[in-house]
């Protein structure tokens, strides 16, 4: 039997550093990445921080925090922890955008877990990450059961092409703006543009009402992302 999808909480949030911290010394500005990491990783089972800027202008980090969400309690919990970890140092870091969804298992595919699904909480991550929110229309939601199978099954069908490219999907549904939140990881950044572009000629995406702003990230350990910052 396949495994079963473990049912997580996944909170993405971009954050970008003020002016208080561009004027604050080289020994303040380590400090205070040493007292926030030690923060957001205590806010959940795992925390990995991504480079954005230069890839976009408004926004220097992305912190994504995974956290079991089988509890009734544990967005509460997370939420609390997170404002906790990171209101004290509000003078230096700005949340530019929060997304986040739940994990749970597809209605689309047969398999109960996807060898390209990703695992929140893997030790190990991919060079790149993109993540965006999405929106189907209205028109999607009224057709029959088999209609969205078939467009389904035609764009796993390409997304099985690029085995070495894995996705994460979340479910925002009455909880933020977005219905989905959809999360890749890559190695070469080449191949996911071309993995879109081949997407984009299948049935199912004339249903689509809005899959953007788009955000890329690099990953390291996270102690060299903030070095990057000094």
Request: glycine share 4%.
């Amino acid at each position: 039997m396949s495994e079963q999808t473990e049912r997580t909480l996944n909170h993405f949030a971009l954050f970008a550093f003020t002016d208080a911290y561009w004027a604050a010394s080289a020994g303040e500005r380590a400090d205070f990445h040493g007292a926030w990491l030690e923060r957001l990783r205590a806010a959940s089972r795992r925390l990995d921080l991504y480079q954005v800027f230069p890839t976009e202008s408004s926004t220097d980090v992305l912190a994504w925090s995974a956290v079991r969400a089988d509890d009734v309690n544990a967005a509460f919990d997370y939420f609390d922890a997170f404002a906790r970890a990171t209101n004290p140092w509000r003078r230096y870091v700005r949340m530019t955008e929060s997304l986040w969804g739940y994990t749970k298992p597809s209605q689309y595919s047969r398999a109960q877990r996807s060898p390209q699904e990703i695992d929140p909480f893997a030790e190990e991550r991919k060079r790149y990450l993109v993540m965006y929110p999405f929106v189907k229309t209205v028109d999607w939601y009224l057709l029959g059961r088999d209609a969205r199978q078939g467009m389904m099954n035609e764009h796993i069908r390409v997304g099985k092409q690029y085995p070495e490219i894995t996705q994460l999907l979340l479910y925002s549904f009455g909880v933020q703006d977005q219905e989905f939140v959809v999360v890749y990881e890559m190695d070469d950044l080449r191949q996911f543009s071309d993995l879109v572009g081949d997407l984009r000629g299948t049935d199912v995406r004339r249903y689509t009402a809005r899959d953007t702003p788009l955000h890329a990230g690099l990953w390291r350990p996270a102690e060299e992302t903030l070095s990057l910052f000094r």
